[in-house]
T-cell receptor
Framework: EIVLTQSPGTLSLSPGERATLSCRAGQSVSYSYVAWYQQKPGLTPRLLIFGSSNRAPGIPDRFSGSGSGTDFTLTISRLEPEDFAVYYC?????????FGQGTKVEIK | EVQLVESGGGLVQPGRSLRLSCKFSGFSSGFSFGDYAMTWVRQAPGKGLEWVGFIRSKAFGGTIEYAASVTGRFSISRDDSESIAYLQMTSLKTEDTAVYYCARGFGSGWISVGYLDTWGQGTLVTVSS
């Protein structure tokens, strides 16, 4: 099983600032098959990024993903009020699929 | 628009069984339910997401994979004619208490389990005496 470790656990930022979230895998993820999801309290997770860097349909271009091998990053270029949420990375290149423990982006 | 609707959650005693259903509806660019892998994910109260298991489409053998935490107790199946996926849970433990989501595993194949582009609203399972 590939263990994913997200950092930091909590990111305190102000609207308009840049957010950089990290996801590190315990071993290389096949084909960079990493996705990122956003989850707001009481709501279902929403797909943001797949294949490390591909935005899902309808996702604003302030969200971008990068990385390969064992290191992956989600960047939010300028935080909007609706972006404060918990973000999870997910590797789907091999079974079992695994999630990181999440990064909470909160308003400073 | 593709929709997934889970049902079957509730309060159950430790050691008992429960079966969850996930009904697929909607039209998606000529594809049907049977073309996709279906995945189950759970989230314990106040915790993160945990991948539970998935079932491949028939095109990839309809094979099933499980997380170690549920292997031997949970089983996943599908009825493509009814567009429903199931999660049968047996020997339930208090630590199985969670919201259970089904999700479409897009892009899955022989190796990849697919990313989750469409999620149901979740159904709460509470295991308590």
């Amino acid at each position: 099983e590939i263990v994913l470790t997200q950092s930091p656990g909590t990111l305190s930022l102000s609207p308009g600032e840049r957010a950089t979230l990290s996801c590190r895998a315990g071993q290389s993820v096949s084909y960079s098959y990493v996705a990122w999801y956003q989850q707001k309290p009481g709501l279902t997770p929403r797909l943001l990024i797949f294949g490390s860097s591909n935005r899902a349909p309808g996702i604003p271009d302030r969200f971008s993903g990068s990385g390969s091998g064992t290191d992956f990053t989600l960047t939010i270029s300028r935080l909007e009020p609706e972006d404060f949420a918990v973000y999870y990375c997910h590797q789907y290149g091999s079974s079992p699929g695994t999630f990181g423990q999440g990064t909470k982006v909160e308003i400073k | 628009e593709v929709q997934l609707v889970e049902s079957g959650g509730g309060l159950v005693q430790p050691g008992r069984s429960l079966r969850l259903s996930c009904k697929f509806s909607g039209f998606s660019s000529g594809f049907s339910f049977g073309d996709y892998a279906m995945t189950w994910v759970r989230q314990a109260p106040g915790k993160g997401l945990e991948w539970v298991g998935f079932i491949r489409s028939k095109a990839f053998g309809g094979t099933i994979e499980y997380a170690a935490s549920v292997t031997g107790r949970f089983s996943i199946s599908r009825d493509d004619s009814e567009s429903i996926a199931y999660l049968q849970m047996t020997s339930l433990k208090t630590e199985d208490t969670a919201v259970y989501y089904c999700a479409r595993g897009f892009g899955s194949g022989w190796i990849s389990v697919g990313y989750l582009d469409t999620w149901g609203q979740g159904t709460l399972v509470t295991v308590s005496s």
